[in-house]
């Protein structure tokens, strides 16, 4: 339970009060160092553990912890090792190789998988999600194409990975396609979930939505937006890209008519409950977040100077990573995430 609220050390306590370490003690432990973005203390724990304690899921584990520190060769010869490979331990490694830009290997393990196995959609978002963070828009294509043909049915998957291949164009200049496949989505009526932050401040549980102008304070807290990003442009926060004043290809839903790439990205729910956290406490030393989507490129960045510049000590958990903004500017995923 600690290890998913933040507090490995509470966690690594209780482990080791745990006289007879199970096998479940063992997993959870290499979980919360995975989560916490502490990849090579998840590994140690792994060697560590009584060969006929690991099972299925602590290869899940072990693998998730490496592909989110960008420890490959490690995850590989654990993935070569195994002897039942499943689906989700197939996923668990073509999300490793995708992170680390390995998408040659990643297309072959692909196929090894199919060899005697159904195409999986989790397979091939694993694949989607390294792409989009590498902006490789070729390669996004081809997935997105592929997904077509192998689940014509899942709407939602393919909905995603239709607009994850618009925005990286938007961001790659190439408009005319990011447009073309934005007017598509529009057709078909898709819809996309909306960013949500919720964060308690003196005791009080605060929801934002992106955008939100909902709050009694929401023109103060508008304000104090403008106020952190002055002093973070200041600290050089690149804000040039491929042309735009920022990332496009974060963007996870189709741009609306009156929107402009700036507000989408400005609108982000988690620098709203930030910036209300400013509000009530001049010097908070420490805010902790919880999302309901993954945290944008652009606000990891701009949460990480925030954490510098304000010296404040930053929690976000957000749908699959917790992210531990430190003093020093760095977060515990180590931008893998
Ligand atoms: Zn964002
Ligand atoms: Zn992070």
Redesign the pocket.
Known sequence: MWGKFGSVEAAKQVFEKISEQDHIGWTVMINSYGLNGMGDEAVKIFHQMPKESIDHLTYICVLNACSHSGLVDVARSIFNDIQTKTEIIYTTMIDCLSRAAAFEEAQKLIEQFERDHAPAVSIYTALLSGARNQKNSKLLQEVVDRMQKLFPNMKDSLLAASILLANVYASSDDIGKATDIKIELHKSGGKKQIGVTVTDIDGKLWKFRAHDRSHAESAEIHEQVDRMSKRIIEHGHKIIEHGHKYDAS?IVRPIEPDETIETL?CG?S?RLAMAAHFIHNRKPKRIQMTMNLR??G??HEVTKLVALIYQCDIVVRDANHIHHFRLNGQCSCQDYF
Request: hydrophobic content about 40%; glycine content about 0%.
């Open positions: 974060w990205l982000h988690e945290i944008c652009d606000c």
